[in-house]
Nanobody, 122 residues
């Protein structure tokens, strides 16, 4: 089970940190990812991280502004979002994959959290 939190309302240029708490004892075995979705549009890839945190992958739209990380001891995934833009407004979802490498494809992820809303005002 995945529980995302940390969303909220922030002004453009501001920062937020999202968290995703996992109940699985085997959290460290999963590739983890963040996706986001605007109503009426498809769910888009944001970032992914491998089991050990040594490999990360970002969508071009967030590269240099967002940082994905994980704390396996706390079974928690993070997404630090800086220099936020109005275009970042979306519901953000965390997801877990049993694959061996990071992936931007949502079909590679097996488990999903409930989502947390991020609203960036311009």
């Amino acid at each position: 089970q995945l529980q995302a939190s940390g969303g909220g309302l922030v002004q453009a240029g501001g920062s937020l940190r999202l968290s995703c708490a996992a109940s699985a004892r085997t959290f460290s075995n999963y590739v983890m990812g963040w996706f986001r979705q605007v109503p009426g549009k498809e769910r888009d890839f944001v970032a992914a991280i491998n089991w050990g945190g040594g490999s990360t992958y970002y969508a071009d739209s967030v590269k240099g502004r967002f940082t994905i990380s994980r704390d396996n001891a706390k079974n928690t995934l993070y997404l630090q979002m800086n220099s936020l833009k109005a275009a970042d407004t979306a519901v953000y979802y965390c997801a877990a994959s049993t694959d061996y490498s990071v992936s931007p494809r949502r079909y590679d992820y097996d488990y999903w959290g409930q989502g947390t809303l991020v609203t960036v005002s311009s």
